[in-house]
């Protein structure tokens, strides 16, 4: 039986095998693209009826990105379950139709250590002393072997590059599974920059020899190469790559600068990579079928037209801090074959601006974004952005913070209140946003506390339903009356003022299932302005996007014809 007949491409069925495992580390330099590389391999391994998932383990000691800096390390991306990884699992499931991660696909060196020192504390290792190997090792092989359990094939990403001290037990462990598991069940993929010197007009094979040199000193030979150059890499230079680092000549894969990301699914694809794999592996399985990444790739390359899109945030000088939200607007423009121009607004800088200065400064854009965020820095130019995209009758998505600045800004403006969020002033009259009791009030509403006892508020993490309320343009957009997306936030509209809110013109679109608190809120008079509490742009993907990203796109086109 083979693992598609097992599989019989249902996603919910698990695999009768034991998981294939292929290791993915990077030399050279780092931001080469192992995450990328590694889940556009993971997507034509399911485009042949494998059942794929995918493991990011990062040598960093924090114990999660959760509380990262956005300037350091990127997005955080949230799981359904609620784990807060790396961005890398962004693309992961983007690449993936069938496969959702979970806490178990990403774990860092300090979760690792934290677990074998919580285990040490216990007393489990019976006063035995605790060392990298094998305690630390046997950790990280635990955690590799449970992510990989139910499916046929598990990609694992190591972070960092060769030689980087923080990685080396995860090598180690590697090197061990590797031997544990055996030729037929387990493989590396090594991917490394090949330069081109412009001065001397030649591609340098020499840093990926030293590279895989690296490898090889602790006990690891990869048994395929992807070579990254913004160069066209000739024959002669392919052989000479796998002459001097022992790799099969057909298993050194080139892979030049692409226009878009989705292209390398198709490059990977035409140099018989996934016929390695599946040859290495024993794996019976049908061609795979490539027609959508040609589709998506197609109308990214050939757009009919442009829309901007101002996103206005605090993180703008670093847009991975964004990348989730950037690929949910370009998931929109395939839909509607426009290129998406994203034009990236400093909000701190904004709230320093003369009314008719933002005016002049966002007079250009189709749509309005303004993304999720923690603190008070940049809130006052976020709030401007919100009111011209408001008096203007401008699209506008508000996202997490997005949202509850946008009620924030309506309660100033048109209820004239002095509100504000408790995040940002302990000691607020009009807290309008506030971290949620234990109690209710005799009307059987939450209620907000503003003082000190915040700080024992809890963070609302993953997967979550929301009721959509009849008549409202999110309910439409969704075409539900109930949904689940993905929430990452500590502080939520108090809802004591739903009602004057609504009296003036801004009407509740949605409550959470379990404890009725506000997730939406839209201007029905407004051409279309929405804004949510939770994370839309974690469950985007290019073959197929999101209904709210798509519907916020389509506001713009409209928006733009009416101008021009």
């Known amino acids: 039986m083979t693992s598609n007949e097992i599989i019989n491409n249902d996603p919910t069925t698990k695999s009768l095998t034991n998981p294939k495992f292929i290791f993915v580390t990077g030399g050279v330099v780092s931001s080469l693209g192992k995450g990328i590389t590694a889940a556009s391999l993971a997507a034509i391994l399911e485009a042949r009826g494998l059942k794929v998932t995918m493991t990011k383990m990062d040598p960093y000691i924090n114990v999660d990105p959760g509380t990262m ?24 499931e ?52 449970a992510s990989g359990q139910g499916y046929d094939i598990a990609i694992i990403e190591i972070g ?45 094979t020499k840093p990926t020899q030293h590279s895989v040199k690296e490898l090889r000193s602790i006990g690891l030979q990869p048994d395929i190469l992807i070579c990254r150059s913004e160069h066209p890499i000739s024959e002669d230079n392919r052989r000479k790559i796998a002459l001097f680092t022992n790799v099969e000549e057909r298993a050194v894969v080139m892979c030049q600068d692409a226009q878009s990301i989705y292209q390398i699914p198709r490059t990977l694809y035409e140099q018989d990579l996934d016929d390695i794999i599946c040859e290495r592996f024993g794996l019976d399985v049908p061609e795979a079928d490539l027609s959508d990444w040609d589709n998506v790739v197609d109308a990214l390359l050939n757009a009919d037209g442009e829309i901007t ?47 008719e200065a933002v005016v002049e400064r966002l007079s250009h854009v189709d749509a309005i974004l303004v993304p999720g965020g923690f603190g008070e820095r940049g809130t006052i130019g976020k709030m401007k952005a919100i009111t011209y995209a408001r008096t203007q009758q401008v699209p506008y998505l508000g996202i997490c913070l997005g949202m509850q600045l946008a009620v924030i800004e309506y309660a100033r403006n048109v209820l004239k209140l002095e509100a504000n969020s408790s995040e940002f002033d302990r000691k607020t009259a009009e807290p309008i946003i506030g971290l949620i009791t234990e109690w209710l009030d005799e009307k059987g509403e939450l209620q907000i506390r503003s003082d000190d006892s915040d700080l024992g508020g809890t963070m609302r993490l993953g997967a979550q339903q929301a009721e959509l309320v009849e008549d409202s343009k999110l309910r439409k957009i969704y075409g539900a009356s109930t949904i689940t997306e993905r929430h990452r936030h500590r502080y939520e509209m108090n809802n004591r003022y739903i009602e004057p809110l609504e ?33 839309p742009e974690f469950t985007s993907a290019p073959r197929g996007g999101h209904p709210l990203f798509a519907s916020f796109i389509k506001a713009a086109i409209t928006q733009q014809e009416k101008q021009g």
Do not use: C
């Not at 956005?70 to 379950?81: I, R």
């Not at 250590?113 to 635990?142: A, C, F, M, S």
């Not at 003036?504 to 929405?530: C, D, N, R, T």
């Open 160 to 204: 960092g590059t060769v030689g980087d001290i923080e990685s080396l037990p995860f090598m180690e462990a590697v090197r061990q599974m590797k031997v544990e598991l055996g030729h037929r069940n387990a493989m590396l993929m090594h991917l490394t920059l090949v330069p081109y010197i412009s001065s001397a007009g030649e591609t340098k």
């Open 503 to 535: 009296s003036a013109g801004m009407k509740i679109s949605g409550y959470s299932a379990k404890q009725h608190l506000v997730e939406s809120v839209e201007i029905p008079e407004h051409p279309w302005f929405v804004a949510v509490q939770f994370h």
């Open 69 to 92: 800096s956005p300037f350091q390390h990127g997005e955080v991306f949230v799981t359904e379950d609620g784990a807060e990884t790396d961005l890398d699992l962004g693309y992961y």
């Open 94 to 145: 983007r690449f993936l139709r069938h496969s959702k991660m979970s806490k178990t696909n990403n774990f860092t060196s300090g979760r690792i250590y934290q677990t074998v020192l919580n285990k040490e504390r216990r007393g489990d290792y019976l006063g035995g002393t605790v060392q990298v190997i094998p305690h630390i090792t046997d950790e990280i092989k635990h955690r590799i072997r």
């Open 309 to 355: 899109v101002a996103i206005v945030g605090k993180y703008v000088e670093l847009p991975d801090a964004y990348k989730s939200i950037n690929e949910a607007l370009l998931h929109a423009g395939i839909i509607y074959r426009k290129h998406i121009n994203i034009d990236y607004v400093d909000a701190e800088a904004l709230g320093d601006y003369s009314d």
